[in-house]
């Protein structure tokens, strides 16, 4: 026969299950973790990696604009009519991105990429960097050639951008970047078309 008292320790071990679950499951969601326990701490690694990938973006988007403003400098005094007219809106439309991404990475205080590293061993990863030898060559162009050797390098340089721009669309956070990558991909995206369609005239 169960005495009162043993009922009372019943009572009082089923009341301490209970808490301690109500606290573990508290927990469980405070911290956000499912069942395998990763919740909170793998939505905190995604975090980190999608603000590193939006960093990463500025930081290299901002030598390769830098290069393709260097590449479209020299057409004004070598290039055909439409391809100096090209080369001049590249520069209206990169010029100020550059400025926009140098504002972010000050604003995260992130490092900005210094205009003296800005060569093709100076930023690791970036797509569609011209070499040292593919710039000298170009400047030491003129009139049809120079026209022809800026497209081809400028078509690779911009499918570089555009693949930059589809990967952070894909891994960053930042809606800021995600705006200017859409817009980065869709400008030089129609460029390309036009480039093309002048290589093939």
Known sequence: MITYTARRRAAALVSALALGLG?????????????????????????ADRAAADVTFAQQMIPHHRQALEMASLAPTRAGAEVTALAARISAAQDPEI?????????????VPSEEGD??????????????EDLTRL??????AFDEEFLRQMIAHHEGAITMAEDVLS???????AAL????????RAEV????????R
């Open 181 to 188: 990558a859409q817009q980065i991909s869709d400008t030089q």
């Open 171 to 177: 891994t960053g956070s930042d809606p800021k970047v």
């Open 99 to 111: 400025a926009t991404m140098t504002a972010w990475l000050e604003k995260w205080d992130e490092p």
């Open 139 to 144: 400047a030491a162009l003129q009139g049809a």
């Open 193 to 200: 078309d036009e480039m093309q369609d002048l290589l093939d």
């Open 119 to 132: 060569d093709h061993a100076g930023h690791g990863d970036a797509e569609g960097m011209m070499s040292p």
């Open 23 to 47: 606290i573990s499951a508290c927990g469980a969601g405070e911290d956000g973790a499912g069942a395998d326990g990763h919740g909170e701490h793998g939505s905190s690694s995604t975090s």
